[in-house]
Protein backbone atom coordinates (compact mmCIF):
# COMPACT_ATOMS: atom_id res chain seq x y z
CA UNK A 1 0.00 0.00 0.00
CA UNK A 2 1.09 3.46 -1.34
CA UNK A 3 1.41 5.74 1.79
CA UNK A 4 -0.73 9.31 0.80
CA UNK A 5 0.82 12.44 0.91
CA UNK A 6 0.98 14.16 3.85
CA UNK A 7 -0.64 17.99 4.73
CA UNK A 8 -1.27 19.73 7.85
CA UNK A 9 -3.76 22.48 8.10
CA UNK A 10 -2.51 25.15 10.25
CA UNK A 11 -3.92 28.29 11.68
CA UNK A 12 -2.20 31.11 12.99
CA UNK A 13 -4.70 32.25 16.05
CA UNK A 14 -4.30 36.25 16.59
CA UNK A 15 -5.48 39.08 17.30
CA UNK A 16 -3.70 42.31 17.00
CA UNK A 17 -5.94 45.58 17.63
CA UNK A 18 -4.89 47.14 14.57
CA UNK A 19 -6.66 44.78 12.89
CA UNK A 20 -10.56 45.29 14.23
CA UNK A 21 -12.52 48.38 15.62
CA UNK A 22 -13.31 46.39 18.86
CA UNK A 23 -14.48 43.22 20.43
CA UNK A 24 -10.62 42.11 19.24
CA UNK A 25 -11.05 38.34 20.47
CA UNK A 26 -14.71 37.71 19.68
CA UNK A 27 -13.88 39.56 15.84
CA UNK A 28 -11.03 38.02 15.03
CA UNK A 29 -10.29 34.72 16.59
CA UNK A 30 -14.03 33.23 16.90
CA UNK A 31 -14.88 35.72 14.02
CA UNK A 32 -18.40 36.45 15.95
CA UNK A 33 -19.73 39.28 13.81
CA UNK A 34 -23.57 39.78 13.54
CA UNK A 35 -25.21 36.77 15.16
CA UNK A 36 -22.80 34.52 13.54
CA UNK A 37 -19.27 32.97 13.59
CA UNK A 38 -16.41 32.72 11.35
CA UNK A 39 -14.23 32.16 13.04
CA UNK A 40 -11.72 29.16 14.39
CA UNK A 41 -14.92 27.77 15.43
CA UNK A 42 -16.00 27.36 12.09
CA UNK A 43 -13.51 26.18 10.67
CA UNK A 44 -13.52 23.45 13.14
CA UNK A 45 -16.81 22.84 12.06
CA UNK A 46 -16.19 22.47 8.84
CA UNK A 47 -13.11 20.18 9.52
CA UNK A 48 -15.23 17.54 11.86
CA UNK A 49 -17.11 17.33 8.53
CA UNK A 50 -14.41 15.49 6.87
CA UNK A 51 -12.63 14.01 9.74
CA UNK A 52 -9.65 16.45 9.65
CA UNK A 53 -7.45 17.85 12.67
CA UNK A 54 -6.46 21.11 12.67
CA UNK A 55 -3.45 22.71 14.10
CA UNK A 56 -3.85 26.24 16.23
CA UNK A 57 -0.62 28.07 17.06
CA UNK A 58 -1.99 30.12 19.69
CA UNK A 59 -0.31 33.20 20.31
CA UNK A 60 0.23 33.20 23.76
CA UNK A 61 2.14 36.56 23.57
CA UNK A 62 -0.90 38.34 23.38
CA UNK A 63 -1.08 37.48 27.04
CA UNK A 64 0.44 40.44 27.23
CA UNK A 65 -2.87 42.23 25.84
CA UNK A 66 -5.54 40.13 26.83
CA UNK A 67 -4.58 38.17 30.07
CA UNK A 68 -6.67 35.15 30.81
CA UNK A 69 -8.83 35.31 27.31
CA UNK A 70 -5.92 33.72 25.58
CA UNK A 71 -6.32 30.93 27.53
CA UNK A 72 -9.71 30.74 27.25
CA UNK A 73 -9.18 30.17 23.73
CA UNK A 74 -6.07 27.50 24.09
CA UNK A 75 -8.94 25.49 26.50
CA UNK A 76 -11.76 25.99 23.97
CA UNK A 77 -9.47 24.10 21.16
CA UNK A 78 -7.91 21.44 23.22
CA UNK A 79 -11.91 20.43 24.37
CA UNK A 80 -12.46 20.70 20.57
CA UNK A 81 -10.09 17.84 20.15
CA UNK A 82 -7.61 19.67 17.54
CA UNK A 83 -4.13 20.26 17.96
CA UNK A 84 -3.28 23.53 20.32
CA UNK A 85 0.68 24.33 19.56
CA UNK A 86 2.36 27.49 20.28
CA UNK A 87 3.15 30.60 18.37
CA UNK A 88 4.74 33.67 19.66
CA UNK A 89 4.93 37.57 18.01
CA UNK A 90 7.57 38.67 19.68
CA UNK A 91 6.97 42.69 19.41
CA UNK A 92 3.83 41.91 21.88
CA UNK A 93 7.35 41.56 24.81
CA UNK A 94 8.60 44.90 23.72
CA UNK A 95 7.68 46.53 27.21
CA UNK A 96 7.96 43.77 29.17
CA UNK A 97 11.88 42.56 27.87
CA UNK A 98 12.97 46.46 28.17
CA UNK A 99 11.97 46.23 31.47
CA UNK A 100 13.13 42.80 32.43
CA UNK A 101 16.69 43.45 30.63
CA UNK A 102 17.82 46.87 30.33
CA UNK A 103 21.16 45.79 30.15
CA UNK A 104 20.38 44.49 26.24
CA UNK A 105 19.88 46.58 23.62
CA UNK A 106 18.46 44.94 20.50
CA UNK A 107 15.82 45.03 18.60
CA UNK A 108 12.77 42.48 19.62
CA UNK A 109 13.58 40.64 15.61
CA UNK A 110 17.54 39.75 17.20
CA UNK A 111 16.08 38.72 20.32
CA UNK A 112 15.72 34.82 18.97
CA UNK A 113 19.50 35.14 18.79
CA UNK A 114 20.31 35.95 22.11
CA UNK A 115 19.93 33.47 25.00
CA UNK A 116 18.65 35.90 27.94
CA UNK A 117 15.44 36.82 25.88
CA UNK A 118 15.11 33.45 23.72
CA UNK A 119 15.12 31.75 27.16
CA UNK A 120 12.33 34.35 29.33
CA UNK A 121 10.25 33.56 25.24
CA UNK A 122 9.97 30.24 25.27
CA UNK A 123 9.23 29.47 29.38
CA UNK A 124 6.56 32.70 29.02
CA UNK A 125 4.82 30.77 26.41
CA UNK A 126 5.40 27.24 28.29
CA UNK A 127 3.41 28.40 31.30
CA UNK A 128 0.33 30.07 29.52
CA UNK A 129 0.69 26.68 26.97
CA UNK A 130 0.25 24.56 30.26
CA UNK A 131 -2.26 26.61 31.68
CA UNK A 132 -4.99 25.41 28.85
CA UNK A 133 -3.78 21.36 28.57
CA UNK A 134 -1.95 19.07 30.36
CA UNK A 135 -0.41 17.68 27.20
CA UNK A 136 3.62 18.37 26.47
CA UNK A 137 3.70 21.40 23.73
CA UNK A 138 5.84 20.04 21.16
CA UNK A 139 5.98 22.40 18.23
CA UNK A 140 6.52 26.29 17.85
CA UNK A 141 5.67 28.78 15.34
CA UNK A 142 7.37 32.30 15.68
CA UNK A 143 5.58 35.76 14.91
CA UNK A 144 6.12 36.83 11.13
CA UNK A 145 8.00 33.24 10.77
CA UNK A 146 11.08 34.39 13.41
CA UNK A 147 13.87 31.95 14.80
CA UNK A 148 17.35 32.04 15.74
CA UNK A 149 19.57 29.58 16.63
CA UNK A 150 19.77 30.75 20.76
CA UNK A 151 15.88 30.26 20.58
CA UNK A 152 16.15 27.04 18.73
CA UNK A 153 18.55 25.84 21.28
CA UNK A 154 15.72 27.01 24.22
CA UNK A 155 13.17 25.29 22.51
CA UNK A 156 15.40 21.73 22.76
CA UNK A 157 16.61 22.45 26.29
CA UNK A 158 12.53 23.11 27.21
CA UNK A 159 11.68 19.64 26.00
CA UNK A 160 10.16 21.46 22.68
CA UNK A 161 10.39 18.59 19.90
CA UNK A 162 9.99 20.99 16.61
CA UNK A 163 9.44 24.49 15.45
CA UNK A 164 7.61 25.47 12.33
CA UNK A 165 9.27 28.62 11.63
CA UNK A 166 10.92 28.28 8.51
CA UNK A 167 10.03 30.16 5.22
CA UNK A 168 12.60 30.42 2.98
CA UNK A 169 10.83 33.57 1.53
CA UNK A 170 10.58 35.54 4.58
CA UNK A 171 11.59 37.47 6.91
CA UNK A 172 15.31 36.71 6.03
CA UNK A 173 15.79 34.52 2.67
CA UNK A 174 16.85 31.08 3.71
CA UNK A 175 17.74 27.56 1.40
CA UNK A 176 14.48 26.25 -0.07
CA UNK A 177 13.89 22.96 1.56
CA UNK A 178 11.42 20.55 3.07
CA UNK A 179 10.96 19.39 6.50
CA UNK A 180 14.51 18.23 7.90
CA UNK A 181 16.60 18.38 11.22
CA UNK A 182 18.56 20.83 12.88
CA UNK A 183 21.72 19.46 14.42
CA UNK A 184 20.75 19.76 18.00
CA UNK A 185 17.93 17.29 17.41
CA UNK A 186 14.95 19.96 16.47
CA UNK A 187 12.94 18.89 14.05
CA UNK A 188 11.29 21.90 11.32
CA UNK A 189 8.30 21.77 9.20
CA UNK A 190 8.57 24.30 6.46
CA UNK A 191 5.78 27.08 4.91
CA UNK A 192 5.47 25.16 1.90
CA UNK A 193 6.94 26.78 -1.28
CA UNK A 194 7.54 25.78 -4.49
CA UNK A 195 10.09 27.08 -6.72
CA UNK A 196 9.61 27.77 -10.04
CA UNK A 197 7.28 29.77 -12.39
CA UNK A 198 4.14 28.26 -11.13
CA UNK A 199 1.78 31.61 -10.35
CA UNK A 200 1.35 30.07 -6.81
CA UNK A 201 4.37 30.18 -4.50
CA UNK A 202 3.46 29.54 -1.11
CA UNK A 203 0.43 27.57 0.56
CA UNK A 204 -1.48 30.49 2.04
CA UNK A 205 -4.79 30.54 2.01
CA UNK A 206 -5.19 34.28 2.15
CA UNK A 207 -2.71 34.44 -0.80
CA UNK A 208 -4.59 36.66 -3.23
CA UNK A 209 -4.63 34.25 -5.88
CA UNK A 210 -6.22 31.58 -3.80
CA UNK A 211 -8.86 33.66 -2.41
CA UNK A 212 -12.18 34.02 -3.24
CA UNK A 213 -13.72 37.48 -4.31
CA UNK A 214 -16.57 35.76 -5.92
CA UNK A 215 -18.27 32.16 -5.52
CA UNK A 216 -17.10 31.20 -9.62
CA UNK A 217 -13.57 31.58 -8.15
CA UNK A 218 -13.63 28.57 -6.53
CA UNK A 219 -13.14 26.28 -8.81
CA UNK A 220 -10.39 27.72 -10.28
CA UNK A 221 -8.46 28.38 -7.01
CA UNK A 222 -8.72 24.46 -6.72
CA UNK A 223 -7.07 23.72 -10.10
CA UNK A 224 -4.62 25.95 -8.41
CA UNK A 225 -4.55 23.91 -4.94
CA UNK A 226 -4.65 20.63 -7.37
CA UNK A 227 -1.56 22.11 -9.49
CA UNK A 228 0.66 23.35 -6.24
CA UNK A 229 0.41 20.54 -4.48
CA UNK A 230 1.08 18.10 -7.46
CA UNK A 231 4.17 19.98 -8.12
CA UNK A 232 5.21 20.19 -4.75
CA UNK A 233 5.64 16.71 -4.08
CA UNK A 234 6.82 16.17 -7.27
CA UNK A 235 9.58 18.89 -6.48
CA UNK A 236 10.25 17.81 -2.93
CA UNK A 237 9.34 13.81 -2.93
CA UNK A 238 6.41 11.63 -1.94
CA UNK A 239 7.35 11.92 1.76
CA UNK A 240 7.38 15.85 1.98
CA UNK A 241 5.09 17.55 4.49
CA UNK A 242 3.35 20.18 3.17
CA UNK A 243 1.08 22.98 5.28
CA UNK A 244 -1.32 25.18 4.62
CA UNK A 245 -1.24 28.43 6.27
CA UNK A 246 -4.63 29.69 7.34
CA UNK A 247 -4.97 32.22 9.98
CA UNK A 248 -7.94 32.24 12.63
CA UNK A 249 -9.42 35.57 10.53
CA UNK A 250 -8.91 33.76 7.69
CA UNK A 251 -12.81 33.83 6.50
CA UNK A 252 -13.19 37.14 7.33
CA UNK A 253 -10.91 39.43 4.93
CA UNK A 254 -12.73 41.73 2.88
CA UNK A 255 -10.02 43.55 -0.16
CA UNK A 256 -11.67 47.03 0.27
CA UNK A 257 -11.77 46.80 3.88
CA UNK A 258 -8.88 45.67 4.44
CA UNK A 259 -7.20 48.31 2.69
CA UNK A 260 -9.14 51.07 3.71
CA UNK A 261 -9.04 50.35 7.53
CA UNK A 262 -6.75 47.75 8.07
CA UNK A 263 -9.77 45.88 9.88
CA UNK A 264 -10.67 41.90 9.20
CA UNK A 265 -14.45 42.03 10.14
CA UNK A 266 -16.44 41.23 7.24
CA UNK A 267 -17.22 37.40 6.73
CA UNK A 268 -16.17 36.15 2.96
CA UNK A 269 -19.20 33.14 2.66
CA UNK A 270 -17.24 31.96 -0.56
CA UNK A 271 -13.99 31.69 1.89
CA UNK A 272 -15.61 29.15 3.69
CA UNK A 273 -16.93 27.27 1.21
CA UNK A 274 -13.99 27.04 -0.66
CA UNK A 275 -12.00 25.91 2.15
CA UNK A 276 -14.72 23.43 3.09
CA UNK A 277 -14.26 22.10 -0.66
CA UNK A 278 -10.74 22.09 -0.20
CA UNK A 279 -10.88 19.31 2.36
CA UNK A 280 -13.59 17.44 0.17
CA UNK A 281 -11.76 17.41 -2.67
CA UNK A 282 -8.76 16.29 -0.94
CA UNK A 283 -9.76 13.99 1.86
CA UNK A 284 -9.35 10.86 -0.25
CA UNK A 285 -6.21 11.89 -1.42
CA UNK A 286 -3.82 13.60 1.18
CA UNK A 287 -3.25 11.93 4.48
CA UNK A 288 -4.24 15.12 6.61
CA UNK A 289 -2.29 14.98 9.54
CA UNK A 290 -2.01 17.90 12.85
CA UNK A 291 1.58 19.15 13.65
CA UNK A 292 1.88 16.59 16.52
CA UNK A 293 1.13 13.33 14.33
CA UNK A 294 4.39 15.03 11.92
CA UNK A 295 6.89 14.61 14.55
CA UNK A 296 5.90 11.48 15.67
CA UNK A 297 6.14 10.35 11.56
CA UNK A 298 9.04 7.55 12.00
CA UNK A 299 12.79 8.95 11.01
CA UNK A 300 12.72 8.67 7.15
CA UNK A 301 10.33 11.40 6.74
CA UNK A 302 13.22 13.53 8.82
CA UNK A 303 16.25 12.48 7.27
CA UNK A 304 17.63 15.99 6.13
CA UNK A 305 20.06 17.51 8.41
CA UNK A 306 20.99 20.78 8.72
CA UNK A 307 23.58 22.94 11.25
CA UNK A 308 22.77 26.10 11.90
CA UNK A 309 24.92 27.85 9.55
CA UNK A 310 23.68 26.31 6.52
CA UNK A 311 20.19 28.09 7.33
CA UNK A 312 22.17 31.72 8.34
CA UNK A 313 24.50 31.30 5.79
CA UNK A 314 22.94 33.15 2.73
CA UNK A 315 21.85 36.22 5.21
CA UNK A 316 25.10 36.65 6.24
CA UNK A 317 25.83 38.57 3.69
CA UNK A 318 23.82 42.15 5.35
CA UNK A 319 26.39 42.91 7.26
CA UNK A 320 27.51 46.93 6.84
CA UNK A 321 31.31 45.70 6.04
CA UNK A 322 30.67 42.70 3.49
CA UNK A 323 28.02 45.51 1.73
CA UNK A 324 31.09 47.60 1.77
CA UNK A 325 33.75 45.20 0.07
CA UNK A 326 30.98 44.25 -2.38
CA UNK A 327 30.04 48.21 -3.37
CA UNK A 328 34.00 47.92 -4.15
CA UNK A 329 33.66 44.96 -5.97
CA UNK A 330 31.05 45.96 -8.27
CA UNK A 331 32.44 49.39 -9.09
CA UNK A 332 36.05 47.18 -10.12
CA UNK A 333 33.90 44.52 -12.20
CA UNK A 334 31.39 46.64 -13.77
CA UNK A 335 34.33 48.73 -15.83
CA UNK A 336 32.27 52.03 -16.62
CA UNK A 337 28.81 50.48 -17.58
CA UNK A 338 25.69 52.07 -16.25
CA UNK A 339 25.05 49.77 -13.04
CA UNK A 340 20.69 49.10 -12.40
CA UNK A 341 19.27 46.88 -9.74
CA UNK A 342 16.91 44.11 -10.69
CA UNK A 343 14.27 43.94 -7.83
CA UNK A 344 12.68 46.23 -4.93
CA UNK A 345 11.43 43.73 -2.48
CA UNK A 346 12.48 42.51 0.91
CA UNK A 347 16.28 42.24 -0.26
CA UNK A 348 16.60 45.37 -1.46
CA UNK A 349 15.07 47.13 1.33
CA UNK A 350 17.44 44.98 4.20
CA UNK A 351 20.47 46.47 1.69
CA UNK A 352 19.64 50.01 1.98
CA UNK A 353 18.56 49.87 5.62
CA UNK A 354 21.91 48.07 6.21
CA UNK A 355 24.19 50.04 3.13
CA UNK A 356 22.62 51.62 0.81
CA UNK A 357 25.41 50.63 -1.90
CA UNK A 358 22.92 51.62 -4.56
CA UNK A 359 23.19 55.68 -4.06
CA UNK A 360 26.74 55.07 -3.33
CA UNK A 361 27.14 53.25 -6.86
CA UNK A 362 24.80 55.59 -8.61
CA UNK A 363 22.15 53.41 -9.60
CA UNK A 364 20.42 54.68 -12.37
CA UNK A 365 16.97 52.61 -12.42
CA UNK A 366 15.52 50.13 -11.02
CA UNK A 367 13.93 46.45 -12.84
CA UNK A 368 10.68 45.11 -10.88
CA UNK A 369 8.22 42.21 -11.91
CA UNK A 370 5.42 44.79 -10.62
CA UNK A 371 6.94 48.30 -12.25
CA UNK A 372 3.78 48.15 -14.50
CA UNK A 373 1.84 48.83 -10.90
CA UNK A 374 4.60 51.18 -9.25
CA UNK A 375 6.91 53.38 -11.79
CA UNK A 376 8.92 54.73 -8.68
CA UNK A 377 11.31 53.75 -6.28
CA UNK A 378 13.39 55.77 -4.13
CA UNK A 379 13.52 58.22 -6.65
CA UNK A 380 14.41 56.13 -9.68
CA UNK A 381 12.40 55.00 -12.49
CA UNK A 382 11.18 51.68 -12.33
CA UNK A 383 10.76 49.54 -15.63
CA UNK A 384 9.77 45.67 -16.45
CA UNK A 385 12.76 43.85 -17.63
CA UNK A 386 11.46 44.04 -21.30
CA UNK A 387 11.54 47.98 -21.12
CA UNK A 388 15.25 48.29 -19.93
CA UNK A 389 16.50 47.19 -22.91
CA UNK A 390 19.63 46.01 -20.47
CA UNK A 391 22.39 44.30 -22.38
CA UNK A 392 26.20 42.87 -20.93
CA UNK A 393 27.82 45.39 -22.92
CA UNK A 394 26.46 48.82 -21.38
CA UNK A 395 24.53 47.46 -18.22
CA UNK A 396 25.81 45.64 -15.32
CA UNK A 397 22.73 44.27 -12.38
CA UNK A 398 22.90 44.00 -8.77
CA UNK A 399 20.35 40.93 -8.92
CA UNK A 400 18.18 41.25 -5.03
CA UNK A 401 15.65 38.91 -5.49
CA UNK A 402 14.65 35.91 -3.94
CA UNK A 403 16.36 32.50 -5.31
CA UNK A 404 12.67 30.83 -5.81
CA UNK A 405 12.51 33.80 -8.75
CA UNK A 406 14.63 31.22 -11.24
CA UNK A 407 12.80 32.67 -14.03
CA UNK A 408 14.18 36.11 -13.66
CA UNK A 409 17.63 34.40 -13.54
CA UNK A 410 17.20 32.68 -16.52
CA UNK A 411 16.23 35.78 -18.44
CA UNK A 412 19.28 37.38 -17.38
CA UNK A 413 21.20 34.25 -18.88
CA UNK A 414 19.70 34.47 -22.11
CA UNK A 415 20.38 37.66 -22.53
CA UNK A 416 24.06 37.04 -22.31
CA UNK A 417 24.60 38.00 -19.15
CA UNK A 418 27.49 36.17 -17.41
CA UNK A 419 27.46 35.46 -13.48
CA UNK A 420 30.20 36.96 -11.82
CA UNK A 421 31.25 39.38 -14.37
CA UNK A 422 27.90 41.19 -15.89
CA UNK A 423 25.78 40.53 -12.48
CA UNK A 424 26.04 40.02 -8.93
CA UNK A 425 23.42 37.75 -7.43
CA UNK A 426 23.97 39.04 -3.81
CA UNK A 427 22.06 35.94 -2.28
CA UNK A 428 23.63 33.19 -4.31
CA UNK A 429 27.32 31.71 -2.73
CA UNK A 430 30.22 32.89 -5.33
CA UNK A 431 28.07 35.11 -7.36
CA UNK A 432 29.96 37.84 -5.74
CA UNK A 433 31.46 39.62 -8.62
CA UNK A 434 35.05 39.27 -9.94
CA UNK A 435 37.74 41.13 -12.40
CA UNK A 436 36.25 40.65 -16.00
CA UNK A 437 38.66 38.97 -19.06
CA UNK A 438 37.99 39.25 -22.30
Same mark, same amino acid.
Given at each position: ?6 L???? $? ?27 I &????D ?31 I ?12 ? $? ?7 K ?35 K??? =??? !? ?10 R ?39 ? @? ?38 Y???G?D ?21 ? !? ?25 ? =? ?19 S ?28 ? =? ?5 G @? ?14 ? &? ?6 ? $?A ?32 I????R?? @? ?8 ? $? ?6 ? &? ?7 Y
Amino acid at each position: MVNKPKLIVTV $DTEAFSMRAPDKFIDTLVYGRIDGEEWGI &GRMMDIADKYGVKMTFFLDFAEMEYYGDEIINVGKYIVCRGHDLQIHCHA $DCFIETVNKKFPHIHKRYPDWYEDDEISDFMVEYCLEQYHKCTDKAPI =IFR !GGAYRFGTAFLRKLKERGVAADASYNCLRPNPLPITKQFAFENGILELPISV @LPGKSPVHTLNFNLELLYPTVKGDIELILRLYENFLGDFYKYYGADAVSSLVMHSWSFCYDAKRYQTK !GFLDRPNRHAAELFERFLALFCNKIDF =ITASQAVQLENGYFSKKMGFSEVSSLYSVMESWKLKNLAGQIRETAAGRQ =IVVWGKG @LIENKIVETQDIFTLL &GVKFYISQ $DAESNRNWRGRPVVTFEESEITPEKHYVILCTQLIFSDIREK @LKRAGFLENC $DYCDVLKS &GSWPKAKTY
